[in-house]
């Protein structure tokens, strides 16, 4: 039995992290995260920038303005702290099919976020050697987490705890050295059967024991793993309680470990708080664009397609307004999707201004087929799919579809249903029927109809109770024929929807063949349809 492999990816400042996700365009200024709004706010994360003109995470924000008067404050947002670790689990479910987060951890490493992958097998994907292999599994991982607008770092160990500790050293060495720069190495990968060697000389704080179990282990002069692993165990559990164990065993990379599940989640959110109010809805789409330019992403990372989109507008009144936008098609297109939203906004306007915006959707798979070796390439299914979802953008919710008949008594009556293709190389064969009779052959032409909607207005006279001459936009003239009528009446209890139509078919002096109708309830004729 091979090796086990587990990458665990890592990013130490998931709350500056998600705030660049949020707005790329601060990257580069001195920013920093409070806990809070206040003086009295504490600096959770500060960037590259900032870090270089003295601001450290732990100032007030006084002392911070003291060192740097032009850094820019944003407040910690727990909405996208949260849509950024799933983003983090999105990264890694594009390389493996098992992945899953890690705990929240706490103290000096509350502001990180780590997610676990299963690194087995990559070898028949990312090369030769399992060196090679990993080395280039590592670097599309970051590619990959920096298009996500994220950077983190990678180690790969024997297990999850070995993995995440080495993935904090290398945090630590890195964000610690006076100039951080770009080419900063950003992966380790420790050899199988290695692991005590790289554990041993590590700070016991990389464990992130809790404050009784770190003062008691300083008391003691421990202030290394291997310092840890020389004292007795069981004298060790009789002194500080039966929880170092658990640390103990961590230490030495023998913590007992479930597999890594593979997760069956599709659903993703992205969202953000808004600093000022918004009331026009110009603003709120540059918002909408920002939301749905990272759930996008994080679908075309998945291989998914949004069937529909649930928006929540959280108002400065204190109330919620969510409305759901059903797409035509599976779709992953940015503008087509903003474009819908757009329409439901101006279609309902939000009563009050905006302080935060929600936006969800439930990821369903593309579709796929097997293409056929023999006939030559034809368009992507998912090409249809793309152009069902812009159509729909363009006409409106709910116009884009399949014709069917209602259940509905009036003569124009009609409903859509999505469109179904027929899976390649899947055929339709009809039971054997060994007494069928052949079909019957029609003589002559066949007329076909083509309903004109709306109804054109027409002017007609009528003599003994039969039209006889007629003006309308298409034709005027003669009535040389005409059969009818063919009443059609309905909802008589209702004042609204009664109707009552009184069908025709005519021919004309030039020969144009039309379906005439006059309508009982607002006295009118109308040209209904044109044979063809």
Same mark, same amino acid.
């Not at 003109?53 to 911070?64: I, S, Y």
């Not at 292999?133 to 996500?148: G, M, V, W």
């Not at 920002?290 to 507008?313: A, D």
């Not at 009036?410 to 054997?432: N, Q, T």
């Given at each position: ?18 705030e660049?996700?949020?707005n790329?365009?601060?990257q580069?200024a ?7 709004p206040?003086q009295r706010a504490?600096?959770?994360?500060t960037s ?10 732990g100032q007030t924000?006084?002392?911070?303005r003291?060192v ?8 910690a947002?727990?909405?996208l702290e949260?849509?950024?670790r ?13 992945a ?5 951890a706490?103290?000096l ?8 992958v299963d690194a087995?097998?990559i ?7 399992s060196?090679?292999a990993?080395t280039?599994f590592?670097?599309i991982?970051h590619?990959?987490t ?15 705890a070995?993995a ?6 290398l ?10 720069r ?13 692991e ?8 016991v ?5 809790d ?7 300083t008391r003691?002069?421990?202030h ?36 890594i ?6 659903a993703l959110?992205?969202?953000?708080d ?8 110009e ?8 939301l ?16 529909e ?5 959280? %108002?400065?009144?204190?109330?919620? *307004?969510?409305?759901?936008i &059903?797409?035509a098609? =599976?779709?992953?297109?940015g !503008?087509? /999707?903003?474009?819908?939203?757009r329409l439901?906004?101006e279609?309902e306007?939000?009563t ?9 959707c439930e990821g369903?798979a593309l ?7 023999f ?12 152009t ?5 953008s ?6 884009v579809?399949?014709?069917?008949v209602?259940?509905?008594p009036r003569?124009?009556a009609?409903?859509?249903k999505p ?10 064969h %009809?039971?054997p029927?060994?007494? *069928?009779?052949?079909p019957? &052959?029609r003589?002559? =032409?066949?007329?076909?109809? !083509?309903? /004109?909607?709306?109804p ?15 003006r309308?936009?298409?034709?005027r003239?003669?009535?040389l024929?005409?059969a009818?009528?063919?009443r059609?009446?309905?909802?008589w209890w209702?004042e ?10 005519v021919?004309m ?22 044979y063809?």
């Amino acid at each position: 039995m091979g090796f086990v492999r587990i990458a665990c990816l890592l990013v130490p400042d998931l709350p500056l992290q998600a705030e660049i996700r949020a707005n790329p365009e601060s990257q580069a200024a001195p920013l920093v995260i409070t806990s809070g709004p206040g003086q009295r706010a504490e600096i959770l994360a500060t960037s590259r920038s900032a870090a270089a003109q003295g601001v450290r995470p732990g100032q007030t924000l006084p002392q911070a303005r003291a060192v740097c008067p032009s850094i820019e404050v944003r407040s910690a947002s727990p909405v996208l702290e949260r849509t950024a670790r799933e983003a983090l689990l999105d990264v890694a479910l594009s390389l493996s099919p098992r992945a899953e987060l890690a705990p929240r951890a706490s103290g000096l490493f509350a502001s990180e976020a780590a997610v676990f992958v299963d690194a087995n097998g990559i070898e028949a994907l990312h090369g030769n050697s399992s060196g090679s292999a990993e080395t280039s599994f590592a670097s599309i991982l970051h590619a990959r987490t920096e298009r996500a607008g994220m950077r983190g770092f990678l180690a790969l160990a024997p297990s999850r705890a070995t993995a995440r500790l080495a993935a904090r050293d290398l945090a630590l060495s890195v964000l610690r050295s006076p100039s951080p720069r770009e080419s900063d190495e950003k992966t380790r990968i420790l050899p199988p059967g290695r692991e005590l060697d790289f554990l041993a000389p590590l700070s016991v704080d990389l464990l992130d024991p809790d404050d009784r179990t770190a003062q008691a282990l300083t008391r003691f002069g421990v202030h290394r793993i291997r310092d840890l692993l020389q004292l007795p165990r069981r004298d060790l559990a009789a002194r500080l309680g039966p929880g170092l164990l658990s640390l103990v065993a961590r230490a030495r990379g023998e913590e007992r470990e479930p597999p890594i599940p593979e997760p069956h989640t599709t659903a993703l959110e992205e969202g953000q708080d808004l600093e000022t109010s918004i009331a026009h809805l110009e603003a709120l789409a540059f918002v909408l664009k920002g939301l749905i330019s990272r759930l996008t992403e994080r679908l075309e990372l998945r291989g998914l397609g949004c069937t529909e989109l649930q928006l929540t507008l959280m %108002l400065d009144d204190g109330t919620r *307004r969510s409305r759901r936008i &059903r797409v035509a098609s =599976p779709c992953q297109e940015g !503008r087509v /999707l903003l474009r819908l939203l757009r329409l439901a906004v101006e279609r309902e306007p939000p009563t009050a201004p905006i302080e935060g915006v929600l936006l969800r959707c439930e990821g369903v798979a593309l579709q796929r087929e097997q293409l056929d070796l023999f006939l030559p390439r034809g368009p992507s299914p998912s090409a249809l799919d793309q152009t069902l979802a812009e159509l729909e953008s363009i006409c409106g919710e709910g116009r884009v579809g399949a014709p069917q008949v209602a259940d509905d008594p009036r003569p124009d009556a009609f409903d859509l249903k999505p469109f179904r293709r027929e899976k390649s190389g899947a055929r339709a064969h %009809l039971p054997p029927t060994p007494h *069928r009779a052949p079909p019957l &052959r029609r003589q002559g =032409p066949r007329l076909t109809v !083509r309903a /004109l909607r709306p109804p054109l207005r027409a002017e007609v006279r009528i003599v003994q109770g039969r039209p006889v001459h007629l003006r309308s936009p298409v034709t005027r003239g003669t009535v040389l024929r005409a059969a009818g009528p063919w009443r059609t009446t309905g909802y008589w209890w209702a004042e609204s929807t009664r109707f009552a139509i009184d069908h025709y078919d005519v021919q004309m002096s030039d020969g144009t063949l039309l379906r005439l109708c006059f309508d009982w309830v607002t006295r009118r004729w109308q040209i209904d349809g044109l044979y063809d």
